[in-house]
């Protein structure tokens, strides 16, 4: 999992459970990759291909017109996909 700061850990808490949480493609130490949105301990999805975690969380952010974001395997961000309105 991406080490965050506490100010970024707030930030993604602060919009946890709205409709401006976001969706990242980050690192997972047993699947390889996983789809998390924003303030959500739980993964929407697992797997052991980035590009298919890339395709889900940018799914998943058109529908809910908000932003996948994508990290590295070191947790930086990588690209953003802005699906916002």
């Known amino acids: 999992m991406a080490d965050f700061t506490d100010e970024q850990k707030e930030y993604f808490k602060d919009r946890a459970g709205?409709?401006?949480?976001?969706?990242?493609?980050?690192?997972h130490e047993e699947e390889g990759w996983a789809?998390?949105?924003e303030g959500e301990e739980e993964?929407?999805?697992t797997t052991d291909s980035k590009?298919?975690?890339v395709?889900?969380?940018k799914r998943?952010?058109?529908e809910a017109g908000t932003m996948a974001i994508v990290h590295?395997?070191?947790?930086?961000?990588?690209?953003?996909?802005?699906?916002?309105?």
């Open 18 to 27: 709205t409709d401006d949480a976001r969706f990242h493609v980050v690192p």
């Open 35 to 37: 789809v998390k949105t």
């Open 43 to 45: 993964p929407n999805l």
């Open 51 to 53: 590009e298919e975690a």
């Open 55 to 57: 395709k889900e969380a």
């Open 60 to 62: 998943l952010a058109e």
């Open 72 to 85: 590295n395997e070191h947790g930086r961000i990588e690209e953003q996909h802005n699906f916002e309105e």
